[in-house]
C-alpha cells in the first residue's frame, strides 16, 4: 500500500514515521488495499459497515497507523482511570455517560464543539451479530453535531478498504438511514451471514 498523495489538510492526524511503517508493513502482509479519496472535512462521523467480526479491526487498524490518522472512538467514562487516561484521549477516546442528560449525541456534539479536528468512528450495526436493523446514535450525534458521515466499508472478498462516500443527513432518521443503507448494500464483509438483511423500496 502507497499513502494517497491527496490526504486532506483538515484530516485529524497522530503518530510518526515509525507507527506509520508498521501500518504500512502489516496491511502489505495482509494484502489488502484502500481505494476512494478522503474529503476535507474537519469534523466528521465515520460510519463503518458492515460490521461482521474482530477481523474487522485488524484489518482496519493498520490502514489507521499508515494514513497517520485520529479516530475518535467512543468508550465508557469508567475506563478513563489512572494511568489510562491520558493515553486513551490521546488516541482520541471519547469518555461517556449513557445515565447523562441528554444522552451520548450531546456529549460528543460538545466534544465537536471543544476539538478543532475530529473523525468519531463507529460502526452502526453496534455488535458483529446479525441484527435486524442498525442503531441510529451515529445519525443522532451527526444531527447533534451538524457533521456529515463518511461512509467506509470493509470489501473482504476484494481485500479492500473502500471510502465509499460523504453523506450530508437531511435531518430525516428513516429517509438517512434508507439511504446509508443502500451505499452500504453492495459491500460484503467477513461473515456474509451476518449482515442486516435491508429492505429495499
Known amino acids: 500500500m ?8 483538515e484530516m485529524p492526524r497522530i503518530g ?6 508498521i501500518g504500512l508493513l502489516i496491511v502489505k502482509m495482509l494484502g489488502w488495499r484502500l481505494e476512494g479519496e478522503f ?13 461482521t467480526s474482530n477481523w474487522d479491526f485488524v484489518v482496519a487498524m493498520p490502514f489507521i497507523l499508515a494514513l497517520k490518522l485520529k479516530a475518535s472512538w467512543m468508550m465508557k467514562k469508567e475506563a478513563f482511570f489512572f494511568p489510562f487516561k491520558h493515553l486513551f484521549m490521546w488516541l482520541g477516546g471519547i469518555p461517556t455517560d449513557r445515565a447523562a442528560p441528554g444522552g451520548m449525541a450531546k456529549q460528543v456534539a460538545t466534544q465537536f464543539r471543544e476539538n478543532e479536528k475530529m473523525w468519531v ?7 458483529r451479530k446479525k441484527v435486524a436493523k442498525w442503531k441510529n446514535g451515529f445519525l ?10 463518511l ?4 470489501d473482504f472478498p476484494n481485500k479492500r478498504i473502500r471510502v465509499d462516500s460523504l453523506y450530508r443527513p437531511t435531518g ?19 461473515n456474509p451471514e451476518k449482515q442486516t438483511d435491508f429492505i429495499e423500496d
Open 121 to 127: 468512528a463507529i460502526t452502526p450495526e453496534g455488535t
Open 16 to 21: 510518526n514515521w515509525f507507527t506509520q511503517g
Open 140 to 149: 443522532r450525534i451527526a444531527y447533534a453535531a451538524n457533521v456529515p458521515i
Open 39 to 51: 474529503p476535507p472535512e474537519k469534523q466528521l462521523m465515520v460510519a463503518l459497515a458492515p460490521h
Open 151 to 154: 461512509l467506509i466499508a470493509w
Open 2 to 9: 502507497s499513502i494517497p498523495k491527496n490526504l486532506p489538510e
Open 172 to 190: 430525516d432518521l428513516e429517509v438517512d438511514m434508507r439511504e446509508i443503507q443502500r451505499r452500504f448494500s453492495k459491500y460484503q464483509g467477513c
